[in-house]
């Protein structure tokens, strides 16, 4: 199959753009049922512009998002490992321009970097490497994974480390599984050829190399992968729908979709000079989440800390499930002394520590989740989406949110974060409905209370 046709791609923008509100209404309810969208039904999405029917959209999206994922939210920090890059990207901090000393972390120094996250309270991490085979050779990152794993402080321990490093081959990709991946992410950056040829210069120039890692990763074994683009370089609507098609295609070919979906928004660096031609605006940012979560309801969605707190705030509601908390971007930025922005990959807009981010999502009605079960109970690639797609998930992930969060309150949180928190936690157990579930959730916690730790269904 043809990943992206690109002609067949403008082709469906152009003739939905005159859809009836009854064909809008039939969309909605489709969606409603967890059913994935064809490509024609998220162009008719993308080109409603009526307000009134955009907010129905986004309330759609948050009834999609609660029957899946309920009120929970996925954290995590990114690990930037290495900063040195062949790579001539015109939007990246990395660029092999920046005349900037790189920095490459030892695995002395990745020890520290995952002793202070986990003294944060974090248990899942995302690794970033720029490409460099010289630097970062496979052999390089799997020692990072390994001693990321090993390393343990106190009661702390990361549990699922997720990876995104640049296209590679078959048997690299089967290193990375035999090393205890969790997620592999790879995003396109933008799915429009002429664009992405443009912006880059180097390896990853190639296009038909970035828009295949996927089918050599799932060859090499590993089934949770993860694709995304940068809004920002080309015309969001494209995008979306790009999105969608290679959706669509991992679906048909590998038999299991994408695990999750990241949407970034370009943002300024030290060094870059990029001027944005396709600035994607608040409105239309959390318009094209909505379509996200519509067009693939199954799809776990991510949001770093790229965006302000007022915005992951509002897309917390309408899509996104998964979010970066208390992040740096840079090799070594977790050491107060390290803190430095001047080779960061982009400029951050959240600020907030874990704990801040934590209280704030508890004020919101949220449930904060450490959960890596999944991943360590095998529960992934088709096996995960048999769960998710039929919306049972939950009774997996809501108690082991509620166990996991219980763990960051007892461990980690400050005193007014711990009694929002436990609020949380009296209010999410009474509505698992399961008495069963609910009696050994109950019977889990107090094991936690007594110091137990990772423990799960």
């Known amino acids: 199959m043809e990943i992206i046709n690109q002609e067949k791609i403008f082709d469906i923008l152009e003739k939905t753009k005159d859809a009836s509100q009854s064909r809008f209404e039939e969309i909605i309810n489709k969606a409603k049922k967890i059913k994935s969208l064809d490509l024609e039904e998220v162009g008719i999405l993308i080109n409603i512009s009526d307000e009134k029917l955009i907010q129905k959209m986004q309330q759609a999206a948050r009834e999609i998002k609660m029957a899946i994922y309920g009120p929970r939210l996925v954290l995590f920090a990114p690990l930037y490992v290495s900063s040195f890059c062949i790579n001539d990207c015109e939007y990246c901090g990395f660029h092999c321009r920046n005349a900037t000393p790189r920095k490459k972390l030892s695995l002395d120094e990745v020890r520290q970097q995952v002793e202070i996250l986990e003294d944060m309270g974090h248990k899942r991490l995302l690794l970033e490497f720029g490409e460099d085979p010289k630097e970062n050779p496979i052999d390089y990152v799997t020692g990072v994974i390994k001693t990321i794993y090993a390393t343990k402080k106190d009661r702390g321990s990361i549990r699922r480390v997720n990876v995104n490093i640049a296209a590679t081959s078959v048997e690299n990709y089967k290193k990375l599984k035999e090393a205890g991946i969790g997620t592999y992410q790879l995003f396109q950056e933008t799915y429009h050829r002429p664009t992405y040829e443009k912006l880059h210069c180097g390896p990853k120039a190639d296009y038909d190399r970035q828009i295949t890692a996927m089918d050599h990763a799932f060859a090499g074994g590993i089934d949770d992968l993860g694709i995304g683009v940068l809004f920002g370089l080309y015309d969001w609507r494209f995008e979306v729908l790009s999105l969608a098609a290679h959706a669509d295609y991992m679906e048909k070919t590998f038999g299991v979709g994408p695990h999750t979906i990241s949407v970034p928004r370009f943002r300024p660096a030290p060094t870059v000079d990029f001027k944005s031609e396709h600035e994607v605006s608040d409105n239309d940012f959390l318009k094209l989440i909505a379509i996200l979560r519509l067009a693939v309801p ?58 801040e981010i934590v209280r704030d999502i508890c004020k919101l009605g949220y449930l904060p989740s450490f959960c890596t079960a999944c991943y360590r109970s095998g529960r992934t690639g088709d096996d995960f989406m048999k769960y998710a797609k039929a919306g049972t998930i939950q009774n997996f992930c809501q108690p082991n949110a509620i166990s996991t969060f219980k763990e960051y309150l007892l461990d980690y949180a400050t005193p007014e974060t711990r009694e929002v928190g436990e609020e949380v936690i009296k209010r999410e157990i009474k509505k698992i409905k399961d008495a069963r579930v609910r009696q050994k959730l109950e019977e889990k916690l107090s094991l936690i209370e007594k110091g137990k730790r990772d423990l799960y269904f």
């Open 298 to 355: 199954y799809t776990g969605m991510i949001m770093s800390t790229r965006e302000s707190p007022e915005i992951r705030r509002q897309a917390f509601e309408i899509g996104i499930s998964q979010t970066s908390a208390g992040s740096r971007t840079t090799p070594g930025g977790y050491n107060e002394k390290n803190k430095k922005e001047e080779l960061a990959q982009f400029n951050l807009s959240d600020h907030r520590t874990l704990d």
